[in-house]
Each structure stands twice: as C-alpha cells, then as structure tokens.
C-alpha cells in the first residue's frame, strides 16, 4: 500500500549523479595503461580562474588521473599548446578562459589538438557533433569524437534520469519525448539542443529571440536534425507539451512560470542561478536543481576517452 | 556515425517479454520450499476451452510447476471449488470460462479462496486493485495482492519497455505519462486504467460511450486515482498528447487512425485483432502486436506469489 501522500517530486543533486559517473570512469581507468595526464594552462590573473584550475586539479587527484598546471604569459600560449600537441605525455589539455577576452581567444581553442581536446571546443569536433558523426575514424568507429562537457553533463544527467530510454537503439533512445532548453548560446543551449534531437528528441530552443525545433523529422528520416522557426511560439506553447525543460539562463530576475510546466515533467537548471522557482516541486516528477559537479567528472571522462583513442590503447592500427 | 536511415519502431514480440519474465518467475521459484501446483477446473464443453487448458498445463509443467486439470459438470463445480479451497495441496485454482455464460458465473469466481486465485477475480482483490492497496496484511505488508492476469501482463510489458522509470519510488513510477487505454471493458480496460492511474499516469479511458479520465490529481495529491468525465472529447483529443496507447478493441473492422498518434508513442495491441494499422511502425517508437503469451506467464507469477503468501514461505506468522 502507498501509505500517505507524499511530496510528488524527487529532487537529485548533482552529487549524487556525480558519483555513480565518477564510478564508470573509474571502471575505464581501471582498463588503461597507465594514468592519464591532464595538463592545464592558466593565462590570466583571474582568481577565479585559479580556483577553477585548483580546483581540476584536485578532482584530478582524488579520481586517479595526474595533473600539471602551467602557468604561461598569454602571448606564449599558442606557442604552448602547439608544443603540447606533440608531447606524448601529455594526454589531455584544458586552457582556462577567458584569455583574452576577445574573439581572439577562439584562435586558441583551435590551436588545442582535436586528440588533446578534453573540452570537445575543437572545430572538428564541434562539427561532429552537430552533424551527428560519432566517430573520429569512420568506418572503423572504434575512436569516439568527444562532446563539450556541459551540453554532456546535461545528457549524462538524462541518461541517469532515465529519460533515455535504454530499451531503444542508441541513437534513438529520446523517440517521443519532448524537450524544451531555455538558452541557445554557443556554448551550452545550441549544442544541446542539437545533441538531444540528434537523439531523436522533438527539441524547443528558447532565447529572446524566439524558438526553434531541433528535430530529426517524422520518424526520425533524417540522419541528424534540423532546425526550423517556429513563428508566435514563446513558452506558452512549448512548456505545456514538453516532457522535459532544461534551464540556463543568467542573472537573478530569471524565472519560469511553473504553472506552464508540464504535471510530471522533469526539470533541470544549468543556470549558476536559480531558473526554477521551489514550486516547481509541487510540478515536476524530478528536479535537478544544478549540475556542475557532473560537468567535472564529464571532463574526466573525456579525457579517458582521449586515451581510450590511442591506437596503442584501443588495439587498433592508424590514427 | 548512425549510418543510413533504418526504421524508427522498434517492433517487440510478445514471446521475448514473455521470456524475460519467465526468467524472473524461475528465480522466484528456486527460492520457494517445493514446487507450486496449479488445479484447472474445466466445465464447459467448448473446445477452445480445453485448449487453453492442455495450453495451461503444458506451460506450467515447462515452466516447472506441477498442474492438475479436472473435468467436472457444471452443477458440481461450486462444490469442488469450495473443496479446493481448504486442500493444503493445492496452491492455485484456475477455472475455465464461460461455465454458466451468465451472471451465474460471477458466483463460481466469488468461491474461489483470494488465497487460491491466480487470475485475481476475488471481490477482495479487485478491490484492492481499485482502492491501490498493494498488500493483503497491512501494516505487515508482506504478503502482496494478486492483480488479474491481463491488465497485469499489460504493466509488466511496460515495465519491460522502460515506460515505467525506475529511477522514479515505486508507485510513481508513471508520473508524467499520459496513456490511451481504447476498451473500458471490466475484465480488462477499466482495471488496466486504474491500475495505470494508480502508479501515477494520466489515463485517458476510452470506449463507445466517451473519454474518462483516470488519474491521481495534480502532483499526485491523492493516494488513489479518481475519474471524470472529459466531455466532448475524443481520440482526437487523446492520442495526439499520448504518450502510450493501449487498445483492445474486439472485432476486425476497427483501426485506430494513426495520424492521431503521437510521434514516438509506445503502441500496444491487445485485442485479438489488429487495431493498429500496419503503418503505425512509420510513427511509433515502440509497437507491441500481441500480449497473450506474457499473460500466460503472468499466471505463473500470480502462483508464485500465491504460494510467497504463505506464512511457511514467508517467515512471518499469521495468514
């Protein structure tokens, strides 16, 4: 018997997601070699990007990987990263920005070897992405492209969740669900949103700007999504029918008004603020109401992919 | 890479559920001090009927569970159940239907001992069903509620397609799902709608007469589902906000327009006919044609239980 009525909601912390992660990449660590190298570059004065990189450092640690902080002039950064690119010992490379702030700084991201990329910035792989090749080595698909960690975080998260569905095929396992993610940045919210229709999600971009449908078409014809306007929509129209609502908008003022959301939808905030007001408890089958802790063992995973890619590791020829 | 564009429904046979759950059956099964036996009791002369007797007996003895079937006359059947009912060795009673073909008939089910009854017919049971009392010795709890065997075989197909998450406590595992049952017959349709509502979907109940809706109230407030009437409403209304349909329509003629159906709904079938078109795989995520050979296993599971209850197999005292 359900005895009493209890709260409708399951709130989960990113902690708890975190952990059972950390817990996979340690079984593949497990499988390696030798330990893998992360190796930051720190080229600003901003303390918080210290704390950040410290911060790495530490997870680093405490998970079984190895970690190196240089410190360099940003004008010596390129001239760094290039010399990474051909260091064998150097597995992974994470270059914390802002550097200079500008758009000066994307020329850095494309200096980071795609195979030392442990944030998935590179433009290849950024391409992959979109174009939902999963693979750096087609046909043999033994070398996985690797995925920018928050939009990952986010798709860890759902996996956890259960909203993928792991009785589908992989690659189909979002067929009929539909998700609306409130952001469409370069950085997070587009990539998301692209990740999850080419999952097979019916996917609701939101900005100020208007929505869009991230969607692989009916029946999933299309081997990677596509995008179209939808004119007059704002989140009276795509709240109500979504089954999920992923959040990542700054600043305080910012909140989603809970009685458009869905009875039973599951919630998540990516938002360092808080997108979702506590009465989305009283909506919401889950909520999860952060998620930077995952983002960080994403990266460890990452890099453990990147490893996973060496021939020498993988057991296969060619790179 | 997702190479090329295959099919989007996963089509999911009745056998390979069945088998699954078998599997889970026979786990039970080697727990339990000895071997469970089942009595048939058959009165009527319809040949069908014998037939899914001998179908009875020659799956439970696969299946390792002894069963007995007796050929009795109709006028002696009250008695032999009332017999049946206090012969320690007999751990489940199964009675071929129709016997009567009249309302005479719901007497013979009221006879059997809700101990004894592997379909889940007993007044009690039903009741139970209805009321969302799990267990038949609160506050113990140990000793669980038969549920009758086709709405039950309906669950346990969506438990196997991952519809019900259990990521999300017991009981809630629907939150969130909006599900078409077509059929608000009493064997089947109604209690499959409450059993649904009960684990937390909004249920959309569907027959000649109208939509009802069967559900727990907005963030699950009530500990039991309620019904309305949704007046004016239709499949149109429904099934384009579905994210399951379940139909058991009887009769050749009728077809569910699959136009109405959502994109990547989970289709389940278990009329005897086709009610969906052969076209609903161009739509749906997952279609499942037919049930009957997971609600002969279901039976099967309703013994173990069966014998589970008893106070030598589960530890505790009192019955």
New interface residues.
């Given amino acids: 018997?359900?005895n009493?009525?209890s709260h409708?909601?399951?709130v989960v912390l990113a902690a708890s997601i975190a952990k059972a992660l950390a817990s996979e990449v340690h079984n593949d660590l497990a499988k390696l070699s030798r330990k893998p190298h992360l190796h930051g570059y720190l080229a600003n004065k901003d303390p918080a990007a210290r704390m950040y990189a410290d911060w790495t450092g530490k997870t680093c640690r405490e998970n079984g990987f190895d970690f190196t902080l240089h410190d360099v002039e940003r004008e010596d950064l390129e001239d760094e990263l290039r010399s990474a690119n051909h260091r064998d010992e150097i597995d992974g490379v994470i270059v914390y920005y802002p550097v200079f702030g500008s758009e000066r700084d994307r020329t850095l991201q494309w200096t980071v070897s795609m195979y030392k990329d442990v944030e998935g910035l590179s433009p290849q792989l950024i391409s992959n992405m979109y174009q939902?090749?999963?693979?750096l080595d087609?046909p043999f698909?033994v070398q996985k492209s690797i995925l920018p960690c928050t939009p990952l975080a986010a798709i860890k998260i759902l996996e956890?969740?259960?909203v993928y569905?792991?009785?589908?095929?992989y690659?189909?396992r979002l067929?009929?669900?539909r998700i609306t993610v409130i952001n469409r940045s370069e950085v997070v919210g587009r990539p998301l949103a692209a990740l999850l229709a080419n999952d097979?999600a019916?996917v609701y971009s939101v900005d100020v700007t208007g929505v869009q449908q991230f969607s692989r078409g009916?029946?999933?014809?299309?081997?990677k999504h596509e995008t179209k306007d939808l004119e007059g929509w704002g989140l009276e129209q795509c709240l109500p029918?979504s089954?999920v609502v992923i959040s990542g908008v700054p600043g305080e003022t910012y909140k989603i008004p809970t009685n458009l959301i869905?009875?039973?939808?599951?919630c998540i905030n990516f938002s360092s603020e808080k997108n979702f007001d506590p009465d989305v408890k009283?909506?919401a089958?889950?909520y999860v109401p952060a998620i930077g802790k995952v983002t960080i063992v994403v990266l460890l995973r990452n890099l453990v992919r990147l490893v996973q890619n060496k021939p020498e590791e993988s057991g296969v020829g060619g790179a």
Same sequence: chains 1, 2.
Avoid: W, Y
């Fill in positions: 018997m359900v009493g009525v409708p909601c399951k939902n090749i999963r693979f087609p698909n956890h969740l259960h569905n792991s009785f589908l095929d690659g189909k067929f009929g669900r097979g019916e009916s029946g999933l014809r299309r081997q029918i089954d869905r009875e039973g939808a599951v009283e909506r089958s889950i």
